[in-house]
């Protein structure tokens, strides 16, 4: 999974895979702008209850094309002229694209160079009006409070596969098939001691040919993030997710899906690089680096900002306006349909927030 996303020669994410209505996906900020706008709002909100810092750090991880960066700043928060928005991307072609439409600065000058002050007390850092926009390619290392942010991040990080033996775990791995050397099929492996160990903490009970993933890379991100993320900062993933339990009574492949051009894939081991693979994530497995602080819907989520005083607006501007079909009318009508898809409840509107204050 590793390979078949990240390889900078062939993974899916090297090489053009990306979130967006020309992509292979359509994420909530791909939707339109309102889910950057709420999350302006939450942003306004944590700046607000820290005390209105400046610089006020955002990191927002695993940032695609920075389509949420995009949105969150055209809705113009509050907090905007602390703001020090942090875009992290592993992918280089997908951080090629930041510059596109952000006026993206280096990292050096995320912060402003040393400025002589007024008074006697030596240098002070700059505070350049904000919004600073930075991208780099992995979480930096900075002075908290920070919040850190990761829409869909995390199901996309590499996790293994485990399936309940009859004696034991086995660990579902990939070797090449035997007489043709391109095909990869899948090899079970007793799991070694202290994965099935694991396995068995995770879950109870499951009859055998279940499977469940073992999201160990999504723990280790959390960890680091929540380092990041320092005294007083916060950490809200946003993500389709369940519990082991949940997954290990679903067929596998309804929980590991592949993704193409916006069609559900086959089997991961096929066309490697070409698809998405991703996992439902399993909230439980973060919850052992460190209990949650809140978890709820993206539609409770989303509500508790206001999405609801947002759309009607959109409904009275739209009123107003339809008859001049102009670009204000078409967005405001554009933010009805847009709330429909972020609070649908078999859909974006089911998916979770998680939060984590440090
Ligand atoms: C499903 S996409 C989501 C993109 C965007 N957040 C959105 O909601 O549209 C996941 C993104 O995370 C990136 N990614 C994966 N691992 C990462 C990591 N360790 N650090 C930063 N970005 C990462 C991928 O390259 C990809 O662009």
Do not use: K
């Amino acid at each position: 999974m590793e390979a078949a996303l990240y390889d900078p020669r062939g993974g899916f994410y090297a090489t053009g895979g990306a979130a967006g209505r020309h992509g292979d996906f359509v994420t909530s900020p791909e939707v339109g702008p309102l889910f950057g706008q709420l999350v302006g709002r939450a942003l306004d909100r944590w700046w607000s209850d820290l005390g209105r810092p400046d610089p006020f750090v955002v990191v927002e991880a695993g940032a695609g094309r920075g389509a949420l960066a995009r949105s969150v700043l055209s809705g113009s928060p509050a907090s905007a002229s602390s703001l020090r928005y942090l875009m992290v991307e592993r992918s280089e072609a997908l951080r090629a694209r930041h510059a596109d439409h952000l006026d993206v600065v280096g990292p050096a000058f995320a912060f402003g160079p040393p400025l002589p002050d007024d008074d006697d007390d030596g240098p002070g850092a700059a505070t350049a009006d904000g919004p600073v926009v930075v991208s780099l390619s992995d979480l930096p290392s900075v002075d908290g409070p920070v919040i850190v942010l990761a829409n869909e991040l995390l199901d996309n990080l590499a996790f293994r596969v485990l399936e309940r033996g009859p004696d034991g775990w086995l660990e579902v791995r990939a070797a090449a098939a035997t007489g043709n050397s391109t095909a990869i099929v899948e090899l079970l492996v007793p799991a070694d001691e202290r994965l099935a160990a694991y396995a068995d903490r995770l879950v109870t009970d499951v009859p055998v040919g279940a499977r469940i993933p073992v999201q160990d890379a999504a723990a280790g991100w959390l960890r680091r993030a929540l380092d990041t993320a320092g005294r007083g900062g916060r950490v809200v993933l946003i993500d389709y997710a369940a519990t082991s339990t949940m997954l290990a009574h679903r067929t596998w492949t309804d929980w590991l899906r592949t993704y193409a051009g916006h069609e559900r894939g086959g089997h991961p081991f096929e066309r490697l690089g070409a698809q998405d693979i991703t996992a439902d994530v399993c909230v439980d497995q973060l919850a052992r680096v460190r209990p949650l602080t809140t978890d709820r819907t993206q539609a409770e989520w989303l509500t508790d900002l206001g999405i609801e005083e947002l759309v009607d607006e959109g409904r009275r501007i739209w009123t107003e306006r339809a008859h001049l079909g102009d670009l204000d009318a078409m967005r405001a009508r554009s933010r009805i349909t847009e709330a429909e898809a972020l609070l649908d409840p078999n859909g974006l509107g089911a998916f979770r927030v998680l939060e984590w204050e440090t």
